[in-house]
């Protein structure tokens, strides 16, 4: 169930929102602490559609209560006694306020600061409580964190929510409602969160998936947060619908591998889509990889394959490459749509590396240019291609022009910042060149703009990542969907201007 928080300073503004909340939740909160004047509980309760949680928080607790303590107790009291669906109330003042038939008690612990070490404990004074309803809300801003809170959600001893504040705090969500918590919670917009980094009802719907996720339900983790990921997440999960598989995407970040693995193992996560920030990482923790994986030492997908060993796959370069043939092929026809033809690759991290091998195998003429010229150099000796100097690309003949990232001077891992767009000059677009930026990836660069408008053939990012999904949803699954269906659920998330 999703209940969606109302967090107004307005008595009308809240009860607009509490008509816009209800026929998409199953449940709301109000935070009666965000009110700037004193409200009438009954009004709120007599004009709820769906159950309603009281809560008022204190300021420890992420709130904006400035009454005394005594009012602010009168006022839960007053909610239970007017029998409000369920009403919050803190670990530390439960024994303040008993139970009274018609209304049920949260029992919650709030730290803001981290997830403490004696959470166990925590969870069971808090069992002890007579809570019909226990609320953990932490900060977990790493998986050690979020682990503790992972396994009291799976094992629950009374119904119980865990919120975690932090990128976990996603995989949290979508975990609460795999294991049956009662309730997970979501704004009603961005900009209406109840603390940072709340999901939005959208979100949880559209991306995640959250209706369709159930007791049985089996993951496919995904890392990182960026939005190819996010993308990818609700493209998957899209395609997952459409094929009737009982699998969806799990939110995950990583930080030691033995506490991954631990997650993956908890959850039984069946296969996990690598961000390129963890592609080397989680190389490690794989028992076999795919020739392309081998080769580089990183992965962008790892299965569970029959042996139970994780298999290590790498993706990008072929999925660039089928946007690239099939958008030559549109316009000429041909079984090897790049055949012959010269490729300036500009960059030098593993992006221009793989581009570069890939372009060659399918019978390509690879050019590498890079400011980083020893990189660059060692990249064309590596696929056997030529080198230019990065002065020398506006006068090197080309049909198609790659645009990738730099790499540091020992060209192992990428610099935070790429290629910047004012590195290349529009002038060396031609009219017959077609074009592929892939420094910003997904999104669409200015000189990709440019490229479009002086009429250059031009390969959107957003067709590589729609490539990307097809062959991961193959992968996962055995099953094929048109690269096409899933652009309808990729625009969710990126703007296709």
Same mark, same amino acid.
């Given at each position: 169930?999703?209940?969606?928080?109302?967090?107004?300073?307005?008595?009308?503004f809240?009860?607009?929102?509490?008509?816009?909340?209800?026929p998409?939740?199953?449940?709301?909160?109000?935070?009666?602490?965000?009110?700037?004047k004193?409200?009438?509980?009954?009004?709120?309760?007599?004009?709820?559609?769906?159950p309603v949680?009281?809560?008022?928080?204190?300021v420890q607790?992420?709130?904006?209560?400035?009454?005394s303590?005594?009012?602010?107790?009168?006022?839960?009291?007053q909610?239970?006694?007017?029998?409000?669906d369920?009403?919050?109330?803190?670990?530390?003042?439960a024994?303040?306020?008993?139970p009274?038939?018609?209304?049920k008690?949260?029992?919650?612990?709030?730290?803001?600061?981290?997830?403490?070490?004696e959470?166990?404990?925590i969870?069971?004074?808090?069992?002890e409580?007579?809570?019909?309803v226990?609320?953990?809300?932490?900060?977990?801003?790493?998986?050690?964190?979020a682990w503790p809170?992972?396994?009291?959600?799976?094992?629950?001893?009374?119904?119980?929510?865990?919120?975690?504040?932090?990128k976990?705090?996603?995989?949290?969500?979508?975990l609460?409602?795999r294991f049956?918590?009662?309730?997970?919670?979501?704004?009603l917009?961005?900009?209406?969160?109840?603390?940072?980094g709340?999901?939005?009802?959208?979100e949880l719907?559209?991306?995640?998936?959250?209706?369709?996720i159930g007791?049985?339900?089996?993951?496919?983790?995904?890392?990182?947060?960026?939005?190819?990921?996010? /993308?990818?997440?609700?493209?998957?999960?899209d395609?997952?619908a459409?094929?009737g598989?009982?699998?969806?995407?799990?939110?995950l970040?990583?930080?030691?591998?033995?506490?991954?693995?631990?997650?993956?193992?908890?959850?039984?996560v069946?296969?996990?889509?690598?961000?390129p920030?963890?592609?080397?990482?989680l190389?490690e923790i794989?028992?076999q990889?795919?020739?392309?994986?081998?080769?580089?030492?990183?992965?962008?997908y790892l299965?569970?394959?029959?042996e139970?060993?994780w298999?290590?796959?790498?993706?990008?370069?072929?999925?660039?490459?089928?946007a690239?043939?099939?958008?030559?092929?549109?316009?000429?026809?041909?079984d090897?749509?790049?055949?012959g033809?010269l490729?300036?690759?500009?960059g030098s991290?593993?992006?221009?590396?793989?581009? /570069?091998?890939?372009?060659?195998?399918?019978e390509?003429?690879?050019?590498?240019?890079?400011?980083?010229r020893?990189?660059?150099?060692?990249?064309?000796?590596?696929?056997?291609?030529?080198?230019?100097?990065?002065e020398?690309?506006y006068?090197?003949?080309h049909d198609?022009l790659?645009?990738?990232g730099?790499?540091d001077?020992?060209?192992?891992e990428?610099?935070?910042?790429?290629?910047?767009?004012k590195?290349?000059h529009?002038?060396?677009?031609?009219?017959?060149t077609?074009?592929?930026d892939?420094?910003?990836?997904?999104?669409?660069?200015?000189?990709h703009?440019e490229?479009?408008?002086?009429?250059?053939p031009?390969?959107?990012?957003?067709?590589?990542?729609l490539?990307?999904?097809?062959l991961?949803?193959?992968?996962?699954?055995?099953?094929?969907?048109?690269?096409?269906?899933?652009r309808?659920?990729? /625009?969710?998330?990126?703007?296709?201007s």
């Open positions: 169930m999703i209940c969606i928080s109302i967090v107004q300073e307005s008595r009308r809240a009860l607009v929102d509490m008509l816009n909340a209800a998409q939740c199953d449940l709301m909160e109000i935070r009666l602490d965000r009110f700037e004193a409200v009438d509980l009954k009004e709120f309760l007599k004009r709820k559609t769906k949680i009281l809560s008022c928080r204190r607790d992420g709130g904006d209560w400035t009454g303590e005594h009012e602010r107790l009168t006022l839960l009291r909610g239970i006694i007017d029998q409000a369920y009403v919050e109330i803190e670990l530390d003042v024994d303040q306020i008993r009274f038939p018609g209304s008690r949260v029992i919650t612990y709030t730290n803001l600061n981290e997830t403490p070490n959470i166990d404990e969870y069971a004074r808090a069992c409580k007579q809570p019909d226990v609320k953990l809300m932490t900060r977990a801003e790493t998986p050690e964190e809170l992972v396994q009291i959600v799976a094992k629950a001893t009374v119904p119980t929510v865990v919120v975690g504040i932090g976990p705090g996603l995989m949290l969500t979508v609460g409602q049956g918590a009662p309730w997970v919670y979501a704004a917009e961005k900009g209406l969160e109840a603390y940072p709340q999901p939005s009802v959208r719907r559209d991306i995640y998936h959250l209706d369709a007791k049985g339900m089996r993951f496919i983790g995904v890392t990182g947060f960026t939005p190819d990921m996010i /993308a990818l997440t609700a493209m998957l999960n395609g997952l459409k094929t598989v009982a699998l969806r995407c799990l939110p970040n990583v930080g030691y591998l033995n506490t991954f693995r631990k997650i993956l193992e908890a959850v039984k069946q296969g996990v889509v690598v961000a920030p963890f592609q080397r990482q190389y794989a028992g990889a795919d020739p392309m994986a081998e080769k580089y030492r990183q992965t962008d299965g569970l394959n029959e139970k060993l298999q290590a796959y790498y993706l990008y370069s072929r999925a660039a490459m089928g690239i043939e099939a958008f030559i092929a549109r316009k000429k026809p041909s090897k749509p790049l055949k033809r490729t300036l690759i500009v991290d593993q992006t221009a590396r793989m581009l /570069a091998w890939a372009v060659r195998k399918r390509g003429v690879p050019i590498v240019a890079s400011m980083n020893d990189v660059a150099h060692a990249i064309a000796e590596d696929n056997k291609c030529r080198f230019v100097p990065f020398a690309i006068s090197t003949a198609l790659l645009l990738c730099e790499a001077t020992e060209g192992m990428e610099k935070n910042l790429h290629l910047r767009e590195d290349v529009p002038n060396i677009l031609k009219s017959t077609t074009v592929v892939l420094r910003s990836f997904p999104n669409l660069t200015g000189f703009h490229a479009v408008m002086r009429g250059c031009v390969v959107s990012p957003h067709e590589i990542l490539q990307y999904a097809q991961y949803l193959r992968l996962i699954t055995g099953r094929q969907l048109d690269a096409e269906s899933f309808p659920s990729m /625009a969710k998330v990126l703007d296709e």
